[in-house]
């Protein structure tokens, strides 16, 4: 199992990238926490605080797409380090100027979250021109979703980690100055410094204007709407047990059940097309969601947790290559980027509607959110069917790529143009 993917992270800029990506996403990934930490300190009510972090949410999901199609038009280096300098800027100005004036603090999040570099999509466009042969592609798409599961455990606890020893300003700075570093050290590297997007049609629609992709959208949707449901389900089965830490276990629980599973599935190669494989991954997130509405003692609780997490790495690693398949040419940072914004959408969905759920039936109803939101994502798999069985393109790999000129690259990948 090790073996595979230590052939991944040997391949000549795979582990500086990867590293440097996570690195790069700690804002994102810690934003949440950190403006509520931050308002709390600073004064701020709960109500304050859930809204600025709302309004950094909503706007990273409508710049992720818009730089995405830049990243596309211009390239990796003239996009992704001047929007994470100004991300940056902007959280610096909150910690620096506090929510004195709520206006500044309101026009500082939301550039925050606007400029936040696409690096998530940016380096699913490089896997195919770093590491050539598709089989190696599938693996570093689970290799990239496990690290996300470690990247969100470990993260907050920096963050946490950072209010402890100084102060939440602080924590703001130092995250965000680490998330510059993360982004420079991926557009310096020469696989991100050559690429380029294969040549686009041009269409205002850009990489939505695929019917295949659009199906995808519309099940990650609602598997975003079961993530952000647990979240709330998990406080209220925390309180009913009088316990704060045993959110912190459900959670972990959860992350450490997409861990095993990504590390297990991507290990492997599947015979089949993915998206058939898609809707089975799903079939099964959606059935690891339905036990948690038992919600039974927190043992069996945290067991039925890492349960339900099993499944979602794979199917995140198993939707990138449905993502690389139906993207229109010269698209490909672009369609990863809606999907980072659709789950995130759909997450805060998800968020929403789970407390409601909790007030009207219970704990028990907010974890129904995320077993009907499951089935839903299926349901949605299973109606486009025949969308997704349309033939899709090969991943692109960028002509003259190193693996190109060793000639690694497989039969049938296409080729994009390089700088």
């Known amino acids: 199992m090790a073996a595979g993917y230590l052939d991944i992270l040997r391949a000549r800029h795979a582990t500086r990238l990867l590293a440097g990506t996570l690195v790069g996403r700690l804002p994102n990934g810690t934003a949440p926490i950190a403006i509520v930490l931050f308002t709390r300190a600073e004064g701020g009510g709960y109500t304050l605080a859930g809204a600025l972090a709302a309004a950094y949410g909503l706007a990273t999901a409508v ?10 038009l ?42 936040t570099p696409p690096l998530e999509g940016g380096l699913r466009a490089l896997w195919p021109s770093v590491l050539g042969r598709e089989d190696r592609v599938h693996r570093a798409y689970a290799l990239d ?23 939440p ?12 570093l993360g982004a420079l050290s991926v557009v310096l590297s020469e696989p991100s410094r050559t690429w380029r997007s294969a040549p686009r049609e041009a269409h205002w629609l850009g990489a939505l204007r695929s019917p295949g992709l659009l199906a995808l959208l519309g099940a ?3 598997v975003g709407v079961a993530l952000g449901s647990i979240t709330v389900a998990a406080v209220a089965y925390a309180d009913d047990h009088g ?17 095993a599973g990504g590390v297990v599935y991507g290990a492997r190669q599947w015979p089949g097309a993915p ?8 079939a099964l997130l959606a059935l690891g969601y339905l036990p948690l509405t038992l919600t039974p ?15 979602l790495a794979p199917a995140l690693a198993c939707a990138f290559l449905v993502v690389d398949r139906h993207a229109p040419r010269g698209t490909v940072t672009e369609a990863f980027s809606w999907l980072v914004t659709t789950f995130g959408v759909g997450a805060a969905a998800g968020t929403a509607a789970a407390g409601p759920a909790v007030e009207l039936g219970g704990t028990a109803w907010s974890f129904a959110v995320a077993g009907a939101a499951g089935a839903a994502a299926l349901a949605v798999l299973l109606a486009t069917g025949k969308v997704l069985a349309a033939p899709g393109r090969a991943p692109e790999v960028v002509a003259g790529s190193e693996n190109d000129r060793n000639g690694a690259v497989e039969p049938g990948f296409s080729s994009g143009r390089k700088a």
């Open 297 to 311: 003692g927190v043992g069996a609780m945290t067991a039925l947790c890492a349960v339900a997490g099993v499944f």
């Open 275 to 282: 998206e058939r494989r898609l809707r089975v991954l799903v």
């Open 220 to 222: 990650f949707f609602f």
């Open 74 to 115: 211009y390239g990796q280096p003239r996009v992704q380090l001047p929007s994470a300098v100004v991300s940056g800027l902007a959280m610096a100005l909150l910690a620096l100027t506090g929510i004195g004036s709520l206006p500044l603090a309101c026009a500082a999040v939301i550039a925050a979250g606007l400029f």
């Open 145 to 167: 979703a496990v690290a996300q599961e470690v990247m969100f455990t470990a993260g907050p606890l920096l963050v946490t980690l950072l209010v402890a020893v100084h102060s």
């Open 169 to 180: 300003a602080a924590a703001l700075l130092v995250i965000n100055a680490l998330g510059v």
């Open 243 to 259: 316990r704060e830490s045993v959110y912190g276990w459900l959670m972990a629980a959860l992350g450490l059940g997409a861990l």
């Open 63 to 72: 710049g992720q797409p818009l730089l995405g199609r830049a990243v596309d």
